[in-house]
């Protein structure tokens, strides 16, 4: 807790002691190119890891699923379906398939994340009405910085469901805050809502029982704290309610009905039971995890935190850990190591220059988090509030239900935050 009180403490001194001429002539220069280095080795890095297929336990299992289409109750059939389709396709390089499928889904959630908040900053007149003409110029730059960034690139040239199901959920948040704040056809809002509802739960078991906490949470913290005018326009959309819920409803009953059907095999492990798994996290709650929870929160690239005492920058992750007040921060998780060590497998040169080169625009991007700082009305935090929750829904689910937390669980959550801070950071270079 005192690392998250010394950050917002310098956070706070940097803005009053905002120099305009420091943060133009030095830090858009370097944040300018380093994400450029960013897209560049990040593309190169992709084309490199295209052949190869990252050792994950994990793959081997949706390999085997593939070939029956029959899971326990820890998996679900959609991405062994997939793979199946894949290798009926390219039986020699079904994984590129694969790949070139996920990187599809990855760059278009992200394209329809920054176009529809983008809309909703001009309808606000947060952005000019003039920034328009410009909006697919900035909704390229958004994606490509994002597609291109060590996690989501790394994720999307493997075999797991984490890829396919983290684009699923920003399109599902994405278009729950669209439909939300009235931006865009409702019909066609509530259409992509169940969709991406649909294809991540089916891809991820836990994803059935975020997706309906979400729909909750967002909705209730809508109708409790929102202004009058924005509630009085909703309940005034009676029929696109009646037709949302309908469609939640809908799509719970698809996904029952699969899962009934496919998941049908008994290899020996527990049964997944979601309620349980809230239960066991609310029962495992407790002060130290909250710190370390927020911790993960402050940082949404621990990943590339945690790795510094992998690439020898042992006095830096000294320091992080003497700053946390020696909890332990800045040593690495098992989970993180896990996933580095496969991320560096094939080509170890060009994985660390990329991650040295990410961790430096992490660094620049912490500091104009700052500079200059955005006001934001409460109508604003409010209609952002689906982001937020989603962030705090998907670090958390196994944060506090399981004794370590792999990054990839979370990655939804760290992926979305990511895209909020380069939101502001852009939107505070062209208002």
């Known amino acids: 807790m005192k690392l998250i009180v010394r950050i917002l403490q310098y956070g706070y001194y940097m803005t009053l002691k905002f120099n305009p001429s420091i943060y133009h002539r030095l830090l858009m220069p370097s944040y300018l190119f380093f994400s450029m280095a960013c897209i560049v080795i990040g593309t190169l890095w992709a ?55 996920q990187s599809i ?44 960034s060590p996690l989501v690139v790394h994720f999307n040239l493997t075999i797991l469901t984490d890829s396919l199901a983290a684009s ?20 066609s809002t509530g259409v992509i809502i169940c969709i991406s509802f649909i294809a991540m739960s089916l891809l991820r078991v836990e994803k059935l029982i975020f997706g309906l906490a979400l729909v909750v949470f967002t909705i209730a913290i809508f109708l409790v704290f929102a202004p009058q005018t924005e509630r009085e ?27 009934i059907f496919t998941q ?24 130290t995890k909250i710190e370390l929870f927020m911790e993960y929160l402050i940082s949404p690239f621990w990943f590339q935190l945690e790795l510094f005492q992998y690439l020898g920058i042992t006095d830096v992750t000294a320091l992080v850990n003497k700053i946390g007040g020696g909890t332990g921060w800045g040593t690495a998780h098992w989970a993180t190591v896990w996933t580095y060590t496969r991320f560096i497998t094939y080509h170890p040169g060009i994985s660390i220059v990329f991650l040295y080169t990410f961790i430096a625009l992490t660094v620049i991007q912490s500091v104009m988090l700052f500079l200059p700082p955005l006001k934001m009305t409460r109508t604003t935090f409010i209609a952002f509030m689906p982001f937020m929750l989603s962030i705090l829904l998907n670090a958390g689910i196994f944060m506090f239900a399981f004794p370590g937390m792999h990054i990839r669980y979370a990655m939804p959550g760290y992926i979305i935050l990511q895209c909020l801070i380069l939101t502001k950071i852009l939107v505070t270079q062209i208002r």
């Open 105 to 148: 889904v990855s760059a278009i959630s992200f394209y329809f994340y920054f176009n529809v908040v983008v809309s909703f900053l001009i309808s606000r007149d947060i952005l000019a009405s003039s920034v328009t003409q410009h909006r697919r110029l900035l909704c390229t730059i958004g994606t490509l910085l994002m597609v291109t």
């Open 168 to 187: 699923c959920v920003i399109l599902f948040t994405t278009a729950l805050f669209s439909f939300i704040s009235q931006i865009g056809s409702r019909s």
């Open 47 to 101: 084309l490199m890891h295209l052949a190869s297929i990252p050792p994950y336990g994990d793959t081997i299992e949706y390999i085997n699923l593939s070939k029956t289409l029959r899971t326990d109750s820890w998996r679900t059939f959609f991405y062994p379906f997939i793979i199946r389709v894949a290798m009926t396709l390219s039986a020699n390089h079904w994984y590129i398939v694969i790949y070139v499928l």
């Open 264 to 287: 049908t095999v008994d290899i020996g492990r527990r049964n997944f039971n979601s309620s349980q798994i809230v239960l066991n996290a609310l029962s495992n709650i407790s002060l």
């Open 233 to 259: 326009d909703m309940k005034s959309s009676v029929r696109s309610i009646i037709y949302f819920v309908i469609g939640l409803i809908v799509s719970v009953t698809i996904i029952m009905i699969v899962k």
